[in-house]
C-alpha cells in the first residue's frame, strides 16, 4: 500500500493548482513549464534509424543525453549552458589500467560586459562559449533577451532580462531620460524584444519571489473599526440626503 495518496514526483504540479498558487498570473505559470535546453555537451542523431557503416544494414539508434550536473555558482554568472560531467578515465591512458573517476569542469573567466539599456557594465563569470555566443547575437543585450530561460539556466541572466524588459518598457522615464536622441536609438534598437511590463515585471522570478509577490499585492491595511462606521455613517446620510425630497420656495 502506497504511503501517501500521489507519488512524490507529481507534488510541485499538485501544489500550483491550489492555494495562492492559482491566483499567479497565466504567463508565469506558463514560464514554470519545463522545456529541454540546446544540447551543448552532445549532438542529438536526430534519426531513428540509420545505416551501419560496416554492414550496411539498417539499425535503431536514439538519442542518449549527457548527464549535466550544474553548480550553485553557475546560477551567479553566465556559462553558456555548460556545466559539470562526470565519468572515468583510464590511469595512464592505458585501457588495461583501473578506471579513475573524473569530473570535467568548463574554463571559467571573469569578463566586463556593458548593457546599452542599462547603461552599466558587470564584471560576470562567463565560460569561452558564452563569448562566442554574445559574439554571434552582435551584443550583450541582444543574447540576454534572445537566450530562453531554459539555455540561459541563470539566476543573474533572468534578472538582467527582467531588468532590460522593465527600463524597454519605461522608457519614457528610465531609458535615458536625459538624452531624447540616445533613447530614441536605443529603443528603437530592441524595440521588437519588448514585452508588456506587467508580464516583464516577473520574468525570471522564482516561484517563492512569485508568491511573496503576489502576497504583496493582495496585502491590504487593516482598517480600524472607527474609520469603518464613521465612513458607514457618512455613507448613510449621503444617501438619506438623497431620498429627501427637493423643497423649491415659489418667490
Same mark, same amino acid.
Given at each position: 500500500?502506497? +504511503?501517501?495518496?500521489?507519488?512524490?514526483? &507529481?507534488?510541485?504540479?499538485?501544489?500550483?493548482?491550489?492555494?495562492?498558487?492559482?491566483?499567479?498570473?497565466?504567463?508565469?505559470?506558463?514560464? +514554470?513549464?519545463?522545456?529541454?535546453?540546446?544540447?551543448?555537451?552532445?549532438?542529438?542523431?536526430?534519426?531513428?534509424?540509420?545505416?551501419?557503416?560496416?554492414?550496411?544494414?539498417?539499425?535503431?539508434?536514439? @538519442?542518449?543525453?549527457?548527464? &549535466?550536473?550544474?553548480?550553485?555558482?553557475?546560477?551567479?554568472? =553566465?556559462?553558456?549552458?555548460?556545466?559539470?560531467?562526470?565519468?572515468?578515465?583510464?590511469?595512464?591512458? @592505458?585501457?588495461?589500467?583501473?578506471?579513475?573517476?573524473?569530473?570535467?569542469?568548463?574554463?571559467?573567466?571573469?569578463?566586463?560586459?556593458?548593457?546599452?539599456?542599462?547603461?552599466?557594465? %558587470?564584471? &560576470?563569470?562567463?565560460?569561452?562559449?558564452? $563569448?562566442? =555566443?554574445?559574439? *554571434?547575437?552582435?551584443?550583450?543585450? %541582444?543574447? &540576454?533577451?534572445?537566450?530562453?530561460?531554459?539555455?540561459?539556466?541563470?539566476?543573474?541572466?533572468?534578472? $538582467?532580462?527582467?531588468?532590460?524588459?522593465?527600463? =524597454?518598457?519605461?522608457?519614457?522615464? !528610465? =531609458?535615458?531620460?536625459?538624452?531624447?536622441? /540616445?533613447?530614441?536609438?536605443?529603443?528603437?534598437?530592441?524595440?521588437? +524584444?519588448?514585452?508588456?511590463?506587467?508580464?516583464? !515585471?516577473?520574468?525570471?522570478?522564482?516561484?517563492?519571489? *512569485?508568491?511573496? /509577490?503576489?502576497?504583496?499585492?493582495?496585502?491590504?491595511?487593516?482598517?480600524?473599526?472607527?474609520?469603518?462606521?464613521?465612513?458607514? $455613517?457618512?455613507?448613510?446620510?449621503?444617501?438619506?440626503?438623497?431620498?429627501?425630497?427637493?423643497?423649491? !420656495?415659489?418667490?
Amino acid at each position: 500500500m502506497p +504511503l501517501h495518496k500521489y507519488p512524490s514526483k &507529481i507534488w510541485d504540479v499538485l501544489k500550483l493548482k491550489q492555494g495562492i498558487y492559482t491566483r499567479l498570473p497565466k504567463h508565469y505559470l506558463k514560464s +514554470l513549464e519545463q522545456k529541454e535546453p540546446t544540447p551543448v555537451h552532445w549532438r542529438p542523431l536526430g534519426v531513428q534509424y540509420r545505416a551501419n557503416p560496416k554492414t550496411g544494414l539498417r539499425e535503431r539508434v536514439q @538519442d542518449v543525453p549527457i548527464p &549535466i550536473f550544474y553548480p550553485p555558482p553557475a546560477q551567479d554568472g =553566465l556559462w553558456g549552458g555548460e556545466g559539470w560531467i562526470s565519468g572515468f578515465r583510464y590511469a595512464n591512458n @592505458d585501457k588495461m589500467s583501473n578506471r579513475l573517476r573524473k569530473t570535467w569542469k568548463p574554463q571559467l573567466f571573469k569578463r566586463e560586459l556593458y548593457s546599452e539599456i542599462l547603461d552599466h557594465t %558587470f564584471t &560576470i563569470t562567463v565560460t569561452a562559449r558564452t $563569448l562566442n =555566443l554574445i559574439d *554571434a547575437a552582435f551584443g550583450f543585450d %541582444f543574447y &540576454i533577451l534572445q537566450t530562453p530561460k531554459e539555455d540561459l539556466n541563470s539566476k543573474l541572466g533572468m534578472d $538582467l532580462k527582467r531588468a532590460m524588459l522593465i527600463r =524597454l518598457a519605461r522608457r519614457n522615464t !528610465e =531609458l535615458y531620460p536625459s538624452d531624447p536622441v /540616445k533613447q530614441e536609438k536605443v529603443y528603437n534598437k530592441y524595440k521588437h +524584444l519588448e514585452i508588456p511590463e506587467e508580464e516583464a !515585471e516577473w520574468l525570471g522570478l522564482s516561484l517563492e519571489e *512569485a508568491v511573496e /509577490k503576489q502576497r504583496q499585492l493582495e496585502h491590504k491595511e487593516p482598517q480600524p473599526l472607527f474609520e469603518a462606521c464613521v465612513e458607514e $455613517l457618512l455613507e448613510g446620510l449621503h444617501v438619506q440626503k438623497l431620498s429627501e425630497p427637493h423643497l423649491v !420656495e415659489n418667490k
